[in-house]
């Protein structure tokens, strides 16, 4: 498998433009993370998705930031007007599912996106 | 909500040698998981190592071991025989929904950058 899939690599644009985000999770994963890490803020989640539903979006910082995942297969995260301090590293993460209460599977993640917003 | 405290921003080692990085966690759970995710200047976020927090015994991947005290909320990492490779930022992961059935997100530390000297 080709792990965690990630596009673009790096994305440089201008304040007020939209960016888009794709990611395309490890076939057969059935949950989907997008985090963002800073270094004044460090790793957070954004929002995570489960059979392609979203289950908690509490970590998306503002309605400018929006996630879909239209099927199993890929998932984007829209940034609509984009400001100099949305500037970060945006990861995609899969997993399967919990077997039972006391597993947890691991989270694998794509490469990142480095977004610079001018 | 849970915390996860890295006390040590950078920390570096001669190869060779042993290092261990400390983590701290804060939680009303007695059943949960712990992480070390590692991140070399490739980005890339690689699972190290996981503890189960109702397994007595220490988790251990090769030359990677962890030292869980679970009374004090303690989860260090150990790193033996350090190679070159091993150069990267460390962070200590904690999922935030550990005792329920529901899947739990993630909260990661801030991170500890390692640097293995020749």
């Known amino acids: 498998d080709a792990g965690v899939i990630q596009s673009p690599r790096h994305e440089v644009t201008e304040m007020g433009q939209e960016v888009t985000l794709r990611c395309k999770p490890i076939?057969?994963?059935?949950?989907l993370f997008w985090y963002r890490q800073t270094m004044m803020r460090g790793l957070e989640l954004l929002i995570y998705?489960?059979?392609?539903?979203?289950?908690?979006d509490s970590g998306m910082p503002e309605d400018r930031f929006s996630a879909k995942m239209p099927n199993a297969s890929f998932s984007t995260l829209k940034i609509q007007p984009s400001e100099p301090r949305d500037s970060a590293v945006y990861f995609c993460?899969?997993?399967?599912?919990?077997?039972?209460?006391?597993?947890?599977?691991?989270?694998?993640f794509g490469p990142g996106t480095r977004l610079t917003v001018l | 909500a849970q915390t996860v405290t890295q006390s040590q921003p950078e920390m570096s080692v001669q190869e060779a040698e042993t290092v261990t990085l400390s983590c701290t966690y804060d939680?009303?759970?007695?059943?949960?998981?712990l992480f070390w995710y590692k991140q070399p200047p490739s980005r890339q976020m690689i699972l190290v190592i996981r503890?189960?927090?109702?397994?007595?015994q220490n988790a251990t991947e090769n030359r990677f071991s962890v030292n869980f005290q679970k009374a004090a909320k303690s989860f260090s990492l150990k790193i033996s025989d350090s190679q070159l490779g091993d150069t990267a930022m460390y962070f200590c992961?904690?999922?935030?929904?550990?005792?329920?059935?529901?899947?739990?997100?993630?909260?990661f530390g801030q991170g500890t950058i390692l640097t293995v000297h020749p």
């Open positions: 992961a904690f999922p935030d929904n550990a005792g329920g059935t529901s899947y739990g997100k993630l909260t």
């Open positions: 076939s057969g994963h059935d949950y």
């Open positions: 998705f489960n059979n392609n539903v979203p289950i908690d």
């Open positions: 503890q189960e927090a109702y397994k007595q």
């Open positions: 993460a899969s997993s399967f599912g919990l077997a039972d209460l006391f597993s947890y599977n691991e989270q694998f």
């Open positions: 939680t009303s759970e007695n059943n949960y998981y």
